[in-house]
């Protein structure tokens, strides 16, 4: 069972910002949003979560609504190697698997 | 420092041919995982260990595949008289600590296992 949407695909500009949404509205209270990506013929890569705050890292920024149900994740200058599928996941604190779904695909355009 | 390794990358077998899938997680790390990706599909839990015990082998989609991870480390996959249903990107993840929904699980570049 899913328990995140998100879209299939989207592109965006070289350089852009780029803002991927994620649907999440069975989150339960303690539930993570976990954010990783996944570029072509490599292993999924770690990005960034959070609880209830907006969170930052050098990589990205994640916004979470205050009701918890959606979040986006920015890319604040897309580059070509950032072209990705980027999958955003519902995590249990007490659950070690991840639970993928089939992502976004993103494609930066020059 | 060195990332998860995963070898062989690529693997070809002939169906009913039996394989094995090796996982060097980061030094250090207690847990580890393998996870299979269909083509055009996100990775699919398959099992976890915890040092060398194997506590979670629910994902595993039947009893040809079986894994390992003897001394705590290095861990292998193998996968008994292959099927054509298992080809698929076999991925490994290793994080630092044991049981724990906030560890970072940091993924190998995976093999690519083709049944022909």
């Known amino acids: 069972d899913a328990k995140t949407t998100q879209p299939t695909s989207m592109d965006c500009a070289e350089g852009r910002a780029a803002n991927l949404p994620c649907n999440h509205s069975t989150i339960s209270g303690n539930e993570y949003v976990y954010w990783y990506r996944q570029i072509h013929s490599q292993g999924p890569q770690y990005i960034i979560h959070?609880?209830?705050n907006n969170e930052t890292n050098e990589m990205a920024s994640l916004i979470i609504t205050e009701d918890r149900k959606s979040s986006t994740l920015i890319l604040p200058h897309a580059t070509l190697r950032d072209t990705a599928v980027y999958y955003c996941?519902?995590?249990?604190?007490?659950?070690?698997?991840?639970?993928f779904g089939a992502g976004t695909t993103v494609t930066v355009r020059a | 420092g060195a990332g998860v390794s995963q070898s062989p990358r690529y693997k070809v077998a002939k169906r009913g041919q039996d394989v094995a899938l090796r996982c060097d997680p980061i030094s250090g790390h207690v847990s580890l995982f393998w996870y299979q990706q269909a083509l055009g599909q996100g990775p699919e839990f398959l099992t976890y260990?915890?040092?060398?015990?194997?506590?979670?082998k629910s994902g595993l989609p039947s009893d040809r595949f079986f894994a390992e991870r003897p001394e705590g480390s290095v861990s292998t996959l193998k996968i008994q008289r292959t099927q054509q249903e298992d080809s698929a990107v076999y991925l490994c993840a290793s994080s630092l600590g044991p049981t724990s929904g906030q560890e970072t699980q940091y993924f190998g570049p995976g093999t690519r296992l083709l049944v022909l």
């Open positions: 959070g609880l209830k």
């Open positions: 260990f915890q040092n060398e015990a194997q506590l979670d």
């Open positions: 996941i519902v995590r249990d604190p007490n659950d070690y698997k991840l639970s």
